[in-house]
C-alpha cells in the first residue's frame, strides 16, 4: 500500500502483464492509499470489502480482474477457458446487487467467446480482454459525464439538494453520476447547497461523498440519515439526486438503505425524487425489483462499527445493504442517453433505444 496525492479511482498499470492500481476507499476520508492489485483474489477482496464500490467501479475493477485472473492460465486453448470461466464465476460471487458486476464480466466472456472459434492463441486474447476492460472504463467516463448534462438541466433554479451515500467519481470511472449532475450545475457556474446522508452503516456519505464535494469546493453539509425529513420540512432542499444499483425494467430501482425511505419523504413533501445511473445499471431482464437479490452484510457493521462495540453481545442484527424504491416514487431517471420521465418500462425502452 502506498499513499498518495492521486485521486483516480483506478488505473491499469502496464500491458496485459500489468495490474490494478486503486484508491482504497475503506482508508478515507482520512488517508488517501492506493493499492495494487496483482491477483484476482486481490481484485475479489477489494471489492467485498468496499475497497472499491459503486456499481459502475465495482463492474470495470471486475473486466481488469478477468484480466488479472488469465494472467496465470495455460497456454492451451481448453485449459484457457476453463480459467476463463472459473475467474469469471468467481468474481461473480464478490457481491450480488450491482449488475454492473454482471454486465462487465458478460462483457468479458463474449469478447473471449467470439474468439473461441479461430483461436489465435492466448496472448492475442489476453490483449482483447485487456481492451475491453479499457473500453468498459472509458465508456463509464463518457457516460458519467453525458449524465452530468442531462441531469444539470433539471437543477435550473435549485439552490439546495439532497444525496444518499457516495455516487461520486470514487463509484465510477471519474465524475460520478448523482454527482456529476452537482459537478455539472457548478460547472455552468450555479452555487449548489448539497446536505449529504451520512449513510449508515458504512459512511460513504460522510467518508466519500462529503469529501468529494469538499475537494471541489461545493457547499456540503453532512447529516444523520435520520435528520432527512426534517431538512425537507423546513425546506431546505428542492430536488434528491441519488444513484441506483440495479434497475428493473419498470423502473423500480435498488440503491444503497435509506433511499427507499427519502424517496417516500420527498414524495410527502413534494420535492422531487431523481435517480441518476447509466444503462449499464439497468437489468431488463428482470421485470419488477422484487427480483433484485439485496446483499446482506456482516452484523459486525452495526454492532462494531469502524471498531467501536455499539450494542449489546449477542443481538440479533438484520443488515440489508441496499432497498428498492418502487418506480412510481421516481420522477425520473437521469441517463446518458437522456432522462426517462415518467419512469416505465416504454419510457426506458424508448430512452435507451432498445429494440
Ligand atoms: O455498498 P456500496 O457503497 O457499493 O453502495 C453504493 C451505492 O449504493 C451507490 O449509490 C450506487 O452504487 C451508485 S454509484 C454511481
Known amino acids: 500500500m502506498t499513499e498518495t496525492t492521486k485521486a483516480e479511482t483506478m488505473i491499469w498499470q502496464g500491458g496485459v502483464a500489468g495490474c490494478l492500481d486503486l484508491i482504497d476507499q475503506t482508508k478515507l476520508p482520512t488517508e488517501l ?28 475493477a471486475a473486466a481488469y480482474g478477468v484480466v488479472l485472473g488469465l494472467q496465470s492460465a495455460e497456454k492451451g486453448k481448453e485449459a484457457f477457458f476453463a480459467r476463463l470461466d472459473e475467474v469469471v464465476d468467481y468474481l461473480a460471487t464478490s457481491r450480488p446487487t450491482a449488475v454492473n458486476l454482471f454486465w462487465a464480466l458478460d462483457r468479458m466472456r463474449r469478447v473471449a467467446d467470439r474468439q473461441r472459434a479461430d483461436f489465435n492463441g492466448v496472448e492475442q486474447l489476453c490483449e482483447s480482454l485487456l481492451a475491453e476492460a479499457k473500453s468498459i472504463h472509458e465508456e463509464d467516463r463518457r457516460m458519467c459525464h453525458s449524465i452530468g448534462g442531462h441531469g444539470a438541466d433539471l437543477l435550473n433554479g435549485v439552490e439546495g439538494v439532497l444525496t444518499h451515500c457516495n455516487a461520486g467519481g470514487l463509484a465510477t470511472a471519474e465524475y460520478g453520476t448523482a454527482l456529476s449532475v452537482f459537478f455539472t450545475a457548478q460547472d455552468r457556474g450555479q452555487s449548489l447547497h448539497v446536505y449529504v446522508d451520512e449513510t449508515r452503516p458504512l459512511l460513504q456519505g460522510a467518508r466519500l461523498t462529503a469529501w468529494e464535494l469538499m475537494q471541489r469546493g461545493i457547499k456540503a453539509t453532512l447529516i444523520c440519515d435520520s435528520m432527512a425529513a426534517q431538512v425537507m420540512r423546513e425546506g431546505r432542499v428542492q430536488a434528491i439526486v441519488t444513484g441506483a444499483d440495479r434497475i428493473a425494467a419498470n423502473g423500480d ?5 435509506g433511499t427507499y ?5 420527498a414524495r410527502a413533501h413534494g420535492i422531487p425524487f431523481y435517480i441518476a445511473a447509466p444503462s449499464s445499471t439497468f437489468d431488463l431482464v428482470i421485470e419488477s425489483g422484487d427480483q433484485i437479490p439485496i446483499e446482506e452484510r456482516c452484523s459486525k457493521e452495526i454492532t462494531h462499527g469502524f471498531g467501536r462495540q455499539t450494542a449489546p453481545d ?3 442484527v438484520y443488515n440489508p445493504a441496499f432497498d428498492v424504491t418502487p418506480a412510481e416514487y421516481i420522477q425520473a431517471i437521469i441517463t446518458e442517453a437522456g432522462v426517462i420521465a415518467p419512469v416505465n418500462r416504454e419510457a426506458i425502452e424508448r430512452v435507451l433505444g432498445v429494440v
Open 261 to 265: 425511505s427519502l424517496a417516500v419523504l
Open 33 to 60: 492509499f492506493r493499492i495494487e492489485c496483482k491477483d484476482v483474489e486481490t481484485v475479489w477482496e477489494a471489492i467485498k470489502m468496499l475497497r472499491v464500490r459503486g456499481a459502475p467501479a465495482i463492474g470495470i
Open 253 to 257: 430501482s435498488a440503491n444503497k438503505i
Open 314 to 316: 449477542g443481538v440479533e
